[in-house]
């Protein structure tokens, strides 16, 4: 949390010796224990009082995800937007009818047979 190292703790240590003296150093740390304490207990109460309020707002986005789920004009509004979306022309004219029209197999030569313009006819005329 504080990234503080052995060396440091030894160093703050040492200070608190030569400043408190030995006689008042176990009283000192007591105290600093029971307010390092005090303050973790806050931090813990104020973190669960954030997460309680972030799962309520997930509680509320999941109720109101059902309900539109399990409401008849939500999915129809849901439905049509998909469908109005997918079938929109890409133009408001009407297509060209030429276009649409299939293309004519090409024209037989004069004299031709139907079996001897189809190549691929297996038929045998020996």
Known sequence: ML???????FVVGIV??????PKDLPGALHTFGKYVGQLRRMVRQFQDGIDDIARQE?????????????????IDRY???DVDDSVKPAS???????????????????????AESNPSSSTNAS
């Open 3 to 9: 990234d503080i190292g052995w060396t440091e703790l």
């Open 16 to 21: 608190a010796l030569i400043v408190i003296g």
């Open 58 to 74: 997930d509680l509320r986005e999941l109720q109101k995800t059902v309900t539109d789920a399990t409401n008849p004009r939500a």
């Open 79 to 81: 439905l049509n937007n």
């Open 92 to 114: 408001t004219q009407p297509p060209d009818p030429k276009t649409l029209a299939p293309a004519e197999p090409p024209a037989a030569a004069e004299g031709d047979t139907p």
